[in-house]
């Protein structure tokens, strides 16, 4: 069962309307209210008990994975889990960068120039974000091997909040139940629940200390005579010390816990015994859930520690597998991201120039940046997926529809070869369109008996593809990775020429 945030909030809703109704049968207003705070309450204890049990089962699922797959299995799953967390991280960083840039070319409005000098300054953030992942990616060591170091307890802003709404809580209770019950305020009770209440403050930097002070607190408030008043503040204080108390565990929090619980039901048996059952349901409740969030730490830590183990054991391929699958990555994102970007940053470079004097154009250009940064964030790889190439055609009418002529003369690729030619192609002409001052490329792609070649040459300054940047790497691993080298330089006659040549892998 997977605890969604909608089916949690589903619950406890569901268990606070079935309080409230409980209430109307039962009692007026005030019984209402109290009754519609602990189904809440105890919806809450549901669901973090069943998130509880739920890792919990999670983990020993891991456990028997870790130890019934092979090395390669195993090896194949912490990779996948690899990209996927990778995966994650880069698309959330780019995917917001485009969808900024969408939503400046769409909602132009009527100064066209100044949605493109926008867009303009977007795109050239994003080319920043899009080096930066890339690098990251390049560089980057597996998370799961950086250590995690062991958190001190220090007091958190949640203990804080805790202790002042338990008080103000607790203070408001105080003040209302004795004119609620037709009773005269007593100060001395008044004065012992607002003392008890903030004990909370405490519950990360001493657990044990909160609840023994907590708990002498109570009893010997009874028996001075001024017990405090038990209600919903117990919930903001006394619940999260026995919650703490039950998930650290040992034998001095069960011994701290007890002496807890002991001394509710004790001051409760003095003062008001009627409500002993309402009032030591907060501290036994959050440590039994406690206990199970424990047991739940125990079987992930255990979980870890069997991965840890195993991991050991395939440490080379492991992260030879991190390695290229960081370099993959790297690679779908550029040939995604890189192309898109180069696209609109022409046209928003085109927008300025044609405003104000050719509006049409401006728009055109606009209208370009919009469909291509929308089929850039279809096409951005998604967590533990790969991306797929574009057909040639497809290619070509984005490259002319950006301005660039394209001439084309190519045989029938092998299916095999279909994406990495594509991708080559795509790197380069992305290239020329960013970098090369140029207006026409020329593309062919000739494949024989033996091996297919690749030539993309423009009519530009030079230099383009030869800047630097992720691209002409990623054309020559690629083109390795297949057995074939890659050359490129300046050609004859000006501009610039990238050359491939992949060997074909004869049919038997």
């Known amino acids: 069962m997977s605890w969604s945030r909608p089916l949690s909030a589903t619950l406890v809703v569901g268990a606070a309307l079935g309080g409230a109704a409980l209430g109307s049968r039962t009692g007026g207003t005030a019984e209402i209210f109290f009754l519609t705070a602990m189904g809440a309450v105890l919806g809450a204890a549901a669901v973090t008990a069943g998130r509880s049990v739920t890792r919990a089962a999670a983990a020993r699922t891991v456990i028997r994975a870790t130890g019934q797959a092979t090395a390669e299995e195993f090896v194949e799953r912490l990779i996948a889990s690899e990209r996927e967390r990778l995966g994650a991280d880069v698309e959330r960083e780019l995917r917001v960068r485009l969808t900024e840039i969408v939503a400046l070319a769409s909602n132009s409005g009527a100064d066209l120039g100044a949605a493109a000098v926008q867009v303009h300054t977007a795109t050239r953030a994003a080319t920043t974000e899009l080096r930066r992942q890339l690098g990251l990616l390049r560089q980057a060591e597996s998370a799961a091997d950086e250590p995690n170091p062991e958190p001190v307890p220090t007091r958190s802003r949640t203990d804080l909040l805790l202790g002042i709404g338990a008080t103000l809580l607790a203070l408001a209770e105080t003040l209302a139940y004795p004119v609620l019950g037709g009773e005269a305020p007593s100060p001395g009770r008044i004065l012992a629940t607002l003392v008890i209440a903030p004990t909370v403050l405490l519950r990360r930097v001493s657990t044990g200390a909160a609840a023994v002070l907590f708990g002498g607190l109570w009893l010997g408030g009874a028996l001075l ?19 703490t108390l039950g998930r650290r565990g040992g034998w001095a929090g069960f011994a701290c816990w007890a002496f807890l619980v002991g001394a509710v039901a004790g001051g409760m048996l003095l003062a008001d ?43 080379e391929p492991l992260q030879q597998g991190f390695a290229a699958t960081r370099d993959q990555l790297a690679r ?23 405003w104000p004097e050719r509006p049409e154009l401006a728009r055109h250009s606009l209208d370009v940046i919009v469909t291509t940064a929308r089929a850039a964030l279809a096409e951005l790889p998604q967590a533990g997926e790969r991306t797929v190439a574009e057909s040639p055609a497809e290619l070509f009418a984005r490259f002319r529809q950006a301005g660039l002529a394209v001439v084309v003369q190519s045989d029938p690729v092998p299916a095999e070869h279909d994406a990495l030619v594509s991708r080559m192609i795509q790197e380069c002409l992305t290239n020329v369109l960013r970098h090369a001052g140029a207006t026409r ?20 300054t030079g230099a383009g593809p030869a800047s630097g940047g992720f691209g002409l790497v990623g054309i020559r691993e690629r083109v390795a990775f297949a057995g074939g080298s890659v050359s490129a330089g300046p050609a004859a006659g000006g501009g610039f020429q990238v050359l491939a040549r992949v060997p074909l892998v004869r049919q038997p």
Do not use: C, K
């Not at 405090?228 to 006394?238: A, F, Q, T």
């Open 225 to 243: 005579a001024a017990p405090p008043y038990g209600g919903l503040w117990m919930l903001l204080s006394v619940g999260p010390i026995a919650f």
């Open 441 to 460: 490329a020329e593309v062919s792609i000739g494949v024989t008996t033996d091996e297919v070649t690749v030539s993309v040459r423009d009519d530009g």
């Open 332 to 354: 779908d994102v550029h040939d995604t991201v890189s192309h898109a970007i180069g696209v609109i940053a022409v046209h928003a470079g085109a927008a300025e120039l044609a």
């Open 273 to 315: 015994p009627e409500n002993l059952p309402l009032n030591t349901a907060a501290p036994v409740l959050a440590g039994l859930i406690g206990l199970a969030a424990r047991h739940a730490d125990r079987v992930a830590a255990h979980a870890r520690s069997a991965e840890l183990s195993r991991r050991d054991e395939v440490q």
